[in-house]
Nanobody, 123 residues
Framework: QVHLVESGGGLVQAGGSLRLSCAAS????????MGWFRQAPGKEREFVAA????????YYADSVKGRFTISRDNAKSTVYLQMNSLKPEDTAVYYC????????????????WGQGTQVTVSS
């Protein structure tokens, strides 16, 4: 089992940048593929990005490709989401998720979730 805690959210102007972090408990972080998801008010939770167990493979939603970068540091048990060129439509609560056997965009496949961090982009 792994406990996930996100941080780094906040208020930023359009065009700005934020870096989200997701710290995991335990000493076996590398056995989890990790993903970032987001949920805006009144909308379904949507996939943002995913990274494989070793970090060698990454996958992005079309809406963030070229602007966001997912990375991980297994020694620090942390996954990051660098968000550049932020747009008002990126405003949402951002969640990290982890799973031992699944790497991909399906939220229902991830077993472990953080509590979320709010990102607000003003126009």
């Amino acid at each position: 089992q792994v406990h996930l805690v996100e941080s780094g959210g906040g208020l930023v102007q359009a065009g700005g940048s934020l870096r989200l972090s997701c710290a995991a408990s335990g000493r076996t972080f590398s056995v989890y593929a990790m993903g970032w998801f987001r949920q805006a008010p009144g909308k379904e939770r949507e996939f943002v990005a995913a990274i494989s167990w070793s970090g060698a493979s990454t996958y992005y939603a079309d809406s963030v490709k070229g602007r966001f970068t997912i990375s991980r540091d297994n020694a620090k048990s942390t996954v990051y989401l660098q968000m550049n060129s932020l747009k008002p439509e990126d405003t949402a609560v951002y969640y990290c998720a982890g799973d031992k056997t699944y790497y991909g965009s399906g939220a229902q496949e991830y077993d472990y979730w953080g509590q979320g961090t709010q990102v607000t982009v003003s126009s």
